[in-house]
Structures are given as structure tokens and as C-alpha cells.
């Protein structure tokens, strides 16, 4: 093994929702490990901040302003990167979020948005890319951004927890049916991970000094519930993405790899007042 399992140079990768948290921080790890890359973002400001950092790392990048929920915008978008780059190697289905309600309350116009944001996207995406990538007979990899909550129940995120559900077995899916094109298909699941949206940054530039600052007692609740005692990092997604994406995972398809910190593993296990492992109600 050398540093070259790693090297993304010469790879044209496309990601969804690009232009800020999760998605921005996996297009400049991306970048940065030589890829050119492309987006897919709804918000025009956050299409000109990425192009600048992106260009500022010395890779092209073709930023494109579009609504995963509109189909027909998407499929345009996959084609227009086609023509722009004429190969994707890389897909990354990012582009996701939540409203969070109660079951009961949910409104049906609502939960088809969240269906469509958070799993149809993915779908057409998928194929889209698969189609060119198999055109072109040179593998590629396909990295879906599911969450923590696809693997567990998740209250007043029914339909999103669903999706992600739905995102993890199409995973599994699509690296069985895509291995023999050499296209490998993984997710990760992150937990908790400070970005715009998370911040209640949801409109505009990515502007930092906007974001919602945590109280002591809501930091405190990450430290106890969060093994590693605090959320993560937009970046720590963008690695994991990076080696995905890479030769380093060359045999590795199908998987969901969480992000979290260790929530999965610890699975209702969280840290007492007085710091010993309890499974709550217990204090
Ligand atoms: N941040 C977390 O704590 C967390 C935890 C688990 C899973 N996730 C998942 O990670 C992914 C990214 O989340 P994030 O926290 O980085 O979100 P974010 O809101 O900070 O960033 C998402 C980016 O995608 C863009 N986007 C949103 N909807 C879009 C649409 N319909 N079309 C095109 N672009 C769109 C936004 O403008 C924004 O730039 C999502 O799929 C989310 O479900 C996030």
C-alpha cells in the first residue's frame, strides 16, 4: 500500500446538497485528495462558496443550482455533468433532512416531501450515475448519507428514520447488483454532527456566526449520551467519504458505516451524573 490508495486525482466526484455541512465537507476532503468535483445544491450562495474553496484547492468544479425534489431538474443535472466532465466516478447522495413532528400530526403533503428529499433523490441519482458509470466501464464507487436514525426508532422523525431505513437496504441492494460493473455502493451513518442545518443555518451562505449556540445543559446531554462525549464534525463525515470513495476500500461495498461517535454501539447505554455507564431510567 502506498499513499496512491488514497489519491482521488483524475475521479469527477458528484454530491448532492454540496454546498454546506456534511456535503461541503466531503467535496473539499474530495478536493483536497485530488478529485474534481461537482454539486448539486439549492441555495445559489452556498454554489458560489463552494466553487471558490474548491477552486482554491486547484480542481475544477461545476456547481449546479437544483432541487433534488424535482425529478426532472435532477436527471438535467446528472446529464449536464456528463456533459461538462463526461464521466462520474464518484456519486455521494447527500442531500437529506428532517421536520421533525409527532406521528400523529404528520401532514401528508409533508411526509412525501421528506420521502422525496430523503429517498427518491437518492433512487434517481443512482441510477442516473450507475447508467454512465457502467457507459464508461471504469467501476466507480456510490456513497449514500443515511443516519443513525435508519438503524433504530426515532421519535418525531417517523418517515425521515424510514428513509434512512429505506437508504441503508438499497445499499445493500445496489452493491449486489452493481458488484459486477465494479461499482461499489456503501453508506455512512452519521450521528449528531455540527452543521448549518443542525444550527438552524438553513437559508443563505454558510455563515457561521449565525449558528444557534448549544446551552451548558444541552452540551452536557451530548456528553452523556454521545460516547465519544461530543457531536461530530462535518470533516469526520468527509474522511470516512474519502476512504469510501478510495482504493483503500477497493473491496469493501454494501456496508453501513456509522459516524457516531460510538451511539450505535452503546445502543441506550449513556453516562450517569456522576459519569458511571447506565442504562436509563437509572441515575
Ligand atoms: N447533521 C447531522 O447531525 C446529521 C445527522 C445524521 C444524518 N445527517 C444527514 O446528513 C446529510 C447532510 O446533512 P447536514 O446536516 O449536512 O445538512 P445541512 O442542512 O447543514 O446541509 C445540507 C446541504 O444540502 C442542501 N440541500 C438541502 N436540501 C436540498 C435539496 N432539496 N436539493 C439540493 N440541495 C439541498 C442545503 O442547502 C445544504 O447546503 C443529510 O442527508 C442528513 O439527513 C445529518
Same mark, same amino acid.
Not at 502506498?2 to 455541512?21: E, F, Q, Y
Not at 461499482?183 to 449528531?192: F, K, S
Given at each position: 500500500?502506498?499513499?496512491?490508495?488514497?489519491?482521488l486525482?483524475?475521479?469527477v466526484?458528484l454530491i448532492?446538497?454540496?454546498g454546506?455541512?456534511?456535503?461541503?465537507?466531503?467535496?473539499?476532503?474530495?478536493?483536497?485528495?485530488?478529485?474534481?468535483?461537482?454539486?448539486?445544491?439549492?441555495i445559489p450562495?452556498?454554489c458560489?462558496q463552494?466553487?471558490e474553496?474548491v477552486k482554491?484547492r486547484?480542481?475544477k468544479?461545476?456547481?449546479?443550482e !437544483?432541487?433534488?425534489?424535482?425529478s426532472?431538474?435532477?436527471?438535467?443535472a446528472?446529464?449536464?455533468?456528463?456533459?461538462?466532465?463526461?464521466?462520474?466516478?464518484?456519486?455521494?447522495?447527500?442531500?437529506?433532512?428532517?421536520?421533525?413532528?409527532k406521528f400523529?400530526?404528520l401532514r401528508?403533503s409533508?411526509?412525501r416531501?421528506?420521502i422525496?428529499?430523503n429517498l427518491?433523490?437518492?433512487?434517481?441519482?443512482?441510477?442516473?450515475?450507475a447508467?454512465?458509470?457502467?457507459?464508461n466501464?471504469?467501476?466507480?464507487? &456510490?456513497i449514500?448519507?443515511?443516519?443513525i436514525?435508519?438503524?433504530?426508532a426515532?421519535?418525531?422523525?417517523a418517515v425521515?428514520?424510514a !428513509?434512512?431505513?429505506?437508504v441503508?437496504n438499497?445499499?445493500?441492494?445496489?452493491?449486489?447488483?452493481l458488484?459486477e460493473?465494479? &461499482?461499489?455502493v456503501?453508506?455512512?451513518?452519521?450521528?449528531?454532527?455540527?452543521?448549518?442545518?443542525?444550527?438552524?443555518?438553513?437559508?443563505?451562505?454558510?455563515?457561521?456566526?449565525?449558528?444557534i449556540?448549544?446551552?451548558?445543559?444541552?452540551?452536557?446531554?451530548?456528553?452523556?449520551?454521545?460516547?465519544m462525549?461530543?457531536?461530530g464534525?462535518a470533516e469526520e463525515c468527509g474522511?470516512?467519504?474519502?476512504?469510501l470513495?478510495s482504493?483503500?476500500?477497493?473491496?469493501?461495498?454494501g456496508?453501513t458505516?456509522?459516524?457516531d461517535?460510538?451511539t450505535?454501539?452503546s445502543s441506550?447505554?449513556?453516562?450517569s451524573?456522576?459519569?458511571?455507564?447506565?442504562?436509563?431510567?437509572?441515575?
Amino acid at each position: 500500500m502506498d499513499s496512491s490508495d488514497i489519491d482521488l486525482s483524475g475521479k469527477v466526484a458528484l454530491i448532492t446538497g454540496g454546498g454546506g455541512g456534511i456535503g461541503s465537507a466531503i467535496a473539499l476532503n474530495m478536493a483536497d485528495m485530488g478529485a474534481n468535483i461537482a454539486i448539486i445544491e439549492s441555495i445559489p450562495e452556498r454554489c458560489e462558496q463552494i466553487t471558490e474553496l474548491v477552486k482554491q484547492r486547484g480542481r475544477k468544479i461545476l456547481a449546479l443550482e !437544483c432541487n433534488v425534489m424535482e425529478s426532472d431538474k435532477l436527471r438535467e443535472a446528472l446529464d449536464a455533468v456528463k456533459k461538462h466532465f463526461g464521466r462520474i466516478d464518484i456519486l455521494v447522495n447527500n442531500a437529506g433532512g428532517v421536520a421533525p413532528r409527532k406521528f400523529i400530526d404528520l401532514r401528508e403533503s409533508s411526509f412525501r416531501r421528506h420521502i422525496e428529499l430523503n429517498l427518491v433523490s437518492t433512487v434517481i441519482a443512482s441510477q442516473e450515475a450507475a447508467k454512465l458509470m457502467i457507459e464508461n466501464g471504469e467501476g466507480g464507487s &456510490i456513497i449514500n448519507v443515511s443516519s443513525i436514525e435508519g438503524s433504530r426508532a426515532a421519535p418525531n422523525y417517523a418517515v425521515y428514520a424510514a !428513509c434512512k431505513a429505506g437508504v441503508n437496504n438499497l445499499t445493500r441492494t445496489l452493491a449486489v447488483e452493481l458488484a459486477e460493473h465494479d &461499482i461499489r455502493v456503501n453508506t455512512l451513518a452519521p450521528d449528531m454532527t455540527d452543521t448549518p442545518g443542525l444550527r438552524g443555518n438553513l437559508t443563505g451562505p454558510v455563515d457561521e456566526s449565525t449558528w444557534i449556540q448549544r446551552s451548558e445543559a444541552q452540551v452536557e446531554g451530548v456528553r452523556r449520551r454521545i460516547p465519544m462525549g461530543r457531536p461530530g464534525i462535518a470533516e469526520e463525515c468527509g474522511r470516512v467519504a474519502v476512504f469510501l470513495a478510495s482504493n483503500m476500500a477497493s473491496y469493501v461495498t454494501g456496508i453501513t458505516l456509522p459516524v457516531d461517535g460510538g451511539t450505535w454501539a452503546s445502543s441506550g447505554w449513556v453516562r450517569s451524573s456522576n459519569d458511571q455507564w447506565i442504562l436509563p431510567p437509572e441515575d
